[in-house]
């Protein structure tokens, strides 16, 4: 089992920057893949990006280029950095690590509201 705690939300305007954080209380992201989600007032939550154990990272045609998630092992941590942007990023932001070597299930965040202002 796990616990995963998002922090660094909030409110900015339109073109600015929010750095987002997901603190495991294990060591997983170096052994897990593991990826942040959104979910936008009444709509269903979607992909925004993922990184593999690998490293390698993907990422969703609407933030590509914008976003970029990282993660520190030694700190069991997981970043979403977002430039640029946009109202339409506006969400709450789930973290998420998946079932894997040293995971049973699927763990989620509690989530964290972005607002971006126009």
């Known amino acids: 089992q796990v616990q995963l705690v998002e922090s660094g939300g909030g409110l900015v305007q339109a073109g600015g920057s929010l750095r987002l954080s997901c603190a495991a209380s294990r060591n997983i992201f170096s052994n897990n893949d593991a990826g942040w989600y959104r979910q936008a007032p009444g709509k269903q939550r979607e992909f925004v990006a993922t990184?593999?154990?690998?490293?390698?990272?993907n990422y969703a045609e609407s933030v590509k280029g914008r976003f970029t998630i990282s993660r520190d092992n030694a700190k069991n941590t997981m970043f979403l950095q977002m430039n640029s942007l946009k109202p339409e990023d506006t969400a709450v932001y789930y973290c998420k690590a998946n079932r894997g070597p040293v995971l049973s299930g699927d763990y989620w965040g509690q989530g964290i509201q972005v607002t971006v202002s126009s």
């Open positions: 990184i593999f154990r690998s490293g390698f990272t």
